[in-house]
């Protein structure tokens, strides 16, 4: 006859020293535990009894019944970051193409180098009013929608520019420009979504990064190709409206082309989420609040310093872009090709700070001292460059706008993200 096992609770735990009935007394012992804890919490939420998980709902969580949480990165990212900067790289190129032969448009039209700027700074202009309702269209209508959008109306700017190529029609091409500025504020706010909703999170930094790569190519060819594909033949108005029209249909090409790929590739997310971050966030839409979300961003004094920071910087930038041909040609009579390719060398420099900063901040996380080194070369770099722009050796000026573009590349990636 067997003889019943001894019960002796040896660890002074309230558990039997047999194994079988210890298993027992201890899961219920995490039970309870567990159910102790769950029940106190929902108590400090206000819950009533209605409220309370089942003793089934809490033994699945310890049990680990429970779903967990899905993630996965998908090849398709890569396409959709390679279109997104293509046709971001179109809208930047259509931005700056106008300045920097600023003083050809100026005598095709017929106006004063001062409405040439106004087709720069529409870009800036209506950004301000129109940023905040085209991130809520971002929140609430996702990735797609707004990218359509964004290649959309680039696409359509860029045709109604053929439609102005005549000397007395500067109007229509400034309404076109107007159209390419409004497709901008759906690109500028996407690098860090498209590298959030898509990406790994050892990937976010490095595709952000990127994304905003590919604006700053349109900003370097728009610097270098006008002024070879337009030059200035002031004796030749028929050669150069012809010269014009070859501009503006090749970037209407593109455009349309790069439309029909954001209709054909672009989704507003993977089937499962890249990161567990995200993940949590799909779990749980209802937590978020756009309007809560913009209230604690300007309660945020990190966030309010680094947006006047930025702003100020990068408002300098883009005056530096936007009278460059008319600083250069001051100074260096007919240089108009020497003043593309001096935005160009302060673009590709940008360049290559952006892709180093992303890996740079991808591994070491340290955005705040990134930031601030950067504003301390922007500073060295923009006095240097003001006070050399006259010794009438141009070589100089190339070499203080590659000092001049690097930190602006940087702090473009670190600022985005």
Known sequence: MKQNATMVDVDGTGCPATTKASDLCCKSLAINGINGHVEAMERKEGKNEKGVRSPEE????????????????????????????????VNAFQWIQ???????????????????????????????????????????????????????????GAWLKIASVRRDLFGVTMFAQTVCSIAQIF????????????????????ACASAVLGNQLGVALGFLLPPILVPN???????????????????????????????????????????????????????????????????????????????????????VGTLLNQMIIAHYEGQELNAGRIGLTLVVSGMVGSILSGFWVDRTKTYKQTTLAVYIISFIGMLVFTFTLDLGHIEVVFVTAGVLGWPSGVLTCCATE
């Not at 049990?63 to 967990?68: A, I, L, Y």
């Open 58 to 89: 809490r033994e699945a969580m310890l049990t680990g019944d429970v779903k967990p949480l899905q993630s996965r990165v998908y090849c398709t990212r890569f396409l959709v970051l390679i279109v997104f900067s293509l046709y971001s790289m």
């Open 98 to 156: 106008y300045s920097i032969i600023s003083n050809i448009f100026s005598t095709f039209y017929q106006v004063s180098f001062e409405q040439i700027d106004w087709l720069s700074v529409v870009y800036m202009l209506v950004y301000v009013p129109l940023i905040f309702p085209a991130a809520w269209l971002l929140d609430k209508k996702g990735l797609r929608i707004v990218a359509l959008l964004g290649s959309g109306l680039n696409c359509i």
């Open 187 to 206: 690109i500028l706010g996407l690098p860090s979504r498209v590298a959030s909703v898509w990406f790994g999170p050892r990937e976010v930094s490095t």
């Open 233 to 319: 033949t002031p004796e030749d108005l028929d050669l150069m409206a012809n010269n014009i029209s070859i501009l503006f249909y090749g970037t209407a090409a593109i455009a349309t082309l790069l439309f029909i790929l954001v209709v054909a590739v672009f989704k507003d997310k993977p089937p499962l989420p890249p990161s567990h971050s995200q993940a949590m966030l799909l779990d749980n839409p209802d937590e978020y609040s756009y309007k809560q979300s913009i209230v604690n961003l300007f309660k945020s004094v990190p966030f309010v310093l680094l947006l006047l920071s930025y702003g100020i910087l990068t408002g300098s930038y883009y005056s």
